[in-house]
């Protein structure tokens, strides 16, 4: 059964300063690994998705890398800004077809600090 | 990408009454998926739904109290039925798209 970590589980930075949020998994046998942000109370928005064959995905100030083999990702976020602060999941999805499904990590609730 | 609303954004129940969520998305898609968010924790899968079949129920979920309907290739509702204070949560919807998983804005549900 795929197993979703990440640590830590919440975060407290100043604003300005770079910042990795870690994600592991148990099984590599994954299709893609994807990072989402969720605000308190709302729904999920999606910011990056990793292909099981890629390394790494950048989108502006966001890097997201994947390690298969060690069932590892990073989030790397850059000049950090206030309203970066929100709860970011990771999630894996299994490989294979009619088996999409996706495992959420735990989370890591990230506060900047104005 | 799509685009997915559901209903209605929030509710208030009270113990042993039932609500039905709906999920509205812009274009067909093979496969809806149900989501719950207990308060402080990482979504859990509750069943995939699949149109014009029975939904797939993840393990410790069952029909009887989580009904779900998929009439077509845009819309899906889950009911949460007999409502107790442990079903208070947020429901999200989610669906496949071509490379990723897109998700509704969820339904926060109180159970009182």
């Known amino acids: 059964k795929q197993e979703v970590t990440q640590i830590p589980a919440a975060l407290s930075v100043p604003e300005g300063e770079n910042l990795v949020l870690n994600c592991s998994f148990t099984?590599?046998?994954?299709?893609?690994l994807q990072w989402f942000r969720q605000d308190p109370g709302k729904g999920l928005t999606s910011l990056l998705l990793?292909?099981?064959?890629?390394r790494e995905q950048t989108s502006g100030r966001l890097n997201a890398s994947l390690d298969k083999s060690s069932g590892r990702s990073t989030l790397y976020i850059a000049a950090s800004q206030p309203g970066d602060s929100a709860t970011y999941l990771c999630a894996v999805l299994a490989y294979g077809f009619g088996n999409e499904k996706l495992t959420f990590g735990t989370g890591t609730r990230l506060t900047i600090i104005p | 990408s799509a685009v997915i609303s559901q209903k209605p954004s929030r509710d208030i129940c009270q113990r042993g009454t039932s609500l039905t969520i709906q999920c509205q998305v812009d274009?067909?898609?093979?496969?809806m998926f149900w989501y719950r968010q207990q308060p402080g924790q990482s979504l859990t899968l509750i069943a995939t739904?699949?149109?014009?079949?029975?939904?797939?129920?993840e393990s410790g979920f069952v029909i009887d109290k989580f009904p779900i309907s998929r009439p077509n290739l845009t819309f899906s509702t889950l009911t949460v039925s007999n409502m107790s204070p442990e079903d208070s949560s947020i429901y999200l919807c989610?669906?496949?798209?071509?490379?990723?998983?897109?998700f509704g804005p969820g339904t926060r549900l109180t159970v009182t």
């Open positions: 099984d590599s046998a994954i299709y893609n």
């Open positions: 990793i292909q099981s064959s890629q």
């Open positions: 989610s669906v496949s798209g071509p490379a990723e998983q897109y």
């Open positions: 274009s067909q898609v093979t496969m």
């Open positions: 739904a699949n149109q014009g079949s029975e939904a797939t129920y």
